[in-house]
């Protein structure tokens, strides 16, 4: 079984709604810099203010910041943990990877959840997320059990700031520009196995476990 793994993909592509349900099934260390982040600009701490501008925007914040709240989490469940928003661009991807060489815990797998761009802008618009533990719905493909409250925790489901139309579409550009690219990086490296994500939740979320459990090199994708 593979436990320490990255999920990328773009942003609606079902990162976070997939590294929730499988980090809590298979016991590994959920760590998304997008809700770390939103702690910090909640909590009003320094990095928080410095942070926020960058996210209502859509643009990345800064790696030194981003490094600063991951790092000091991952240092403690470095042995099985999924990353689910980071790396964004290449320098966090080289960061990444000095570091857990020099604690000898490489990673063993990229999961690329792949959803084709026509669907992305729906699926954010739609999102919709609880104030209290961070989980997302949708308002047609995944909606809660009780309009506007969440199922795990009966906190206050409510829309991002950042998942407004305008928003949405900075977050778009900035990942096919910074974050795609780091597809090739991984591929290179022999870790990256690409998922369809244009599929139902469950399904999709049975093909990244199948993905976790497979043995052996993963088998670089074709370049196409
Ligand atoms: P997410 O919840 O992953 O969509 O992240 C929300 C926002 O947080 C992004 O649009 C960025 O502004 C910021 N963010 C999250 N992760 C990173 C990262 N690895 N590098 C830079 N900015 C990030």
Do not use: W
């Amino acid at each position: 079984m593979r436990r320490r793994v990255v999920l990328l993909g773009a942003p609606g592509a079902g990162k976070g709604t997939q590294a929730q349900r499988l980090a809590e099934s298979e016991r590994l260390l959920h760590l998304s810099t997008g809700d770390l982040l939103r702690a910090a600009v909640k909590a009003g701490t320094d990095l928080g203010k410095q942070a926020r501008a960058h996210m209502e925007a859509g643009q990345l914040v800064p790696d030194d910041l981003v490094f600063q709240v991951l790092f000091e989490r991952l240092r403690a469940g470095a042995d099985a943990f999924l990353l689910d928003g980071f790396p964004r661009n290449r320098a966090q991807a080289e960061e990444l990877d000095r570091r857990l060489a020099a604690a000898g815990t490489p990673l063993d797998l990229v999961l690329d959840i792949e959803v084709p761009d026509a669907r992305l802008v729906g699926r954010l618009t739609g999102r919709r997320t609880c104030k209290g533990c961070g989980r997302n719905y949708h308002v047609e493909f995944l909606p809660p059990r009780r309009s506007g409250s969440c199922d795990a925790c009966g906190g206050e489901l409510h829309q991002r700031a950042d998942d407004s139309p305008h928003v949405v579409a900075e977050r778009l550009s900035v990942y096919h520009e910074l974050t795609e690219p780091l597809k090739a990086y991984y591929r290179d490296a022999g870790l990256l196995l690409t998922i369809d994500g244009d599929r139902p939740v469950a399904e999709v979320g049975r093909a990244l476990l199948d993905g976790l459990k497979q043995d052996g090199r993963v088998q670089p994708a074709r370049r196409g």
